[in-house]
């Protein structure tokens, strides 16, 4: 498990709970602009290799416990339907003081429940509180110390529940028997907090959490209230599953985007150049989009988690391998776009519809390289551990043959701006 340095309001955070993820082959969840890429767990039909046994071991125990807790969730779904159906009084956790939504004519449908438990992927969560000093101090309803401060779980399918399995490395079974004895929460127990979304005047609750508790957040309580984990004083696990919003977030759809791009390539030729089947603005734009996408959003997110994505299995060594390669010739297709852009025989008009429809894409491409490139020699990755150590990758010398285009833009932006501005001076 690795703390994750993610970034909140432009600047890099080293997260005090440490992280991985375990989910279905190919998955991907997205939280604080941090990509984190699965530890697949062993579903059937995806053969897998583990570099040990006891991960394949823990990833096989996690798909279980998954599919537990989806049957649980479905139950608790299907029974909260049956009382909201009833019109009775009951209702989720902390939702008496806001209005109901309700689950809607879907509540019927089977297949509608299902699908808000149809979790595939868990992130597991480790802390020892005692090893982080510093633990901010929860804000409004003065409730301690917090491991994860408040906010709503980010990127997951709208509606759908979260299931969270919580052990906590207690000292001794009756620990918490004196509780009532607090006033307030007892500071050595771990709780979940919930509020209601950018409301302090109301009052928080907050739950006492034990070996082997579970909760549940169902329908919309994620959308309209936060939560945050209070720390206890001894160490805790988490498993925290949820239904990922996927739909940019697989393996196979990059894929897909990567293919759409490079549909647009009429012959390779063998020195690595390419030719355009289409120089239609809204076509070279889309590919130059998809190049950033592939770009920034997968292979920079992959490598700047230093080696640690290969320490548990090799699933996502020959994809990313894939990627670098299309994208590679993403950068040959940018090269033969500024070609035609430097053609003398090409018209005014249809170089300035052109330049018009790329310079933002590049403008961005170059911006984010230059971010990207600092964040990987910034001051707070400098003591991470050598295998996490981030990789500014892809990057490349300004005069490599093998790259058609340098890696700093800076010059190419330039000089795409004189261009387009030059015509109408």
């Known amino acids: 498990m690795f703390r994750d340095v993610v970034r909140i309001q432009g600047k890099d955070v080293l997260t005090p709970v440490s992280r991985i993820l375990i989910g279905d082959p190919g998955c991907t969840y997205k939280y604080l602009n941090t990509r984190l890429f699965t530890v697949p767990w062993p579903v059937k039909g995806c053969t897998i290799n583990y570099t040990e046994a006891e991960i394949a071991a823990a990833c096989q125990t996690f798909l279980k416990l998954n599919d537990y807790l989806q049957g649980e969730t ?50 597991l969560n480790f802390m020892d509180p005692q090893k982080m000093p510093y633990l901010k101090e929860e804000p409004y309803f003065g409730m301690g110390k917090m491991a994860v401060s408040w ?18 490395c207690e000292g001794s ?22 509020k209601i979304s950018w409301d302090i005047e109301t009052p928080g609750l907050a739950i006492p959490l034990h070996q082997g508790d579970c909760y549940f957040m169902l ?18 696990f988490s498993s925290t599953h949820r239904v990922a919003e996927c739909s940019t977030g697989t393996l196979d759809y990059i894929l897909q985007r990567c293919q759409l791009a490079l549909q647009n390539v009429l012959n390779e030729l063998d020195n690595g150049d390419v030719t355009l089947k289409s120089l239609e603005p809204s076509v070279l734009k889309k590919g130059e989009d998809i190049h950033n996408e592939v770009e920034f959003e997968w292979l920079r997110q992959f490598w700047f988690q230093g080696n640690r994505n290969k320490l548990c299995t090799d699933w996502w060594s020959e994809p990313m391998t894939q990627l670098e390669e299309l994208w590679k010739k993403m950068e040959s297709v940018t090269n033969a776009v500024l070609r035609e852009v430097r053609r003398d025989g090409l018209p005014v008009e249809q170089r300035n519809e052109i330049l018009a429809a790329i310079l933002v894409s590049l403008t961005l491409r170059q911006n984010l390289r230059k971010e990207w490139h600092a964040r990987c020699q910034s001051r707070i990755v400098r003591n991470l551990p050598a295998n996490q150590k981030p990789d500014c990758r892809p990057y490349w010398e300004k005069d490599d043959p093998s790259m058609p ?18 015509p109408k001076a």
Request: aromatic share 6%.
């Open 405 to 422: 285009l340098p890696f700093d833009l800076t010059e190419v932006v330039s000089e795409l701006r004189s261009k387009l501005l030059g």
């Open 173 to 194: 079974e009756d620990e918490s028997e004196d509780e009532s004895s607090f006033e307030g929460r007892d500071p050595d127990t771990w709780h979940v907090a919930f």
């Open 219 to 236: 329908d919309d309580l994620n959308a309209t209230h936060q939560h945050c984990v209070l720390a206890g004083s001894q160490p805790r």
């Open 151 to 168: 906010h709503h779980d980010e990127n997951l399918v709208d509606r759908s529940a979260v299931a969270v399995y919580s052990y906590s």
């Open 74 to 123: 479905i139950q608790a779904l299907e029974e909260l339907a049956i009382k909201e159906k009833a019109n009775e009084d009951a209702v989720p956790l902390c939702m008496a003081e806001f209005p109901r939504v309700g689950m809607g004519s879907s509540c019927d449908d089977e297949v509608d429940i299902k699908s808000r438990a149809a979790y595939n992927v868990t992130l």
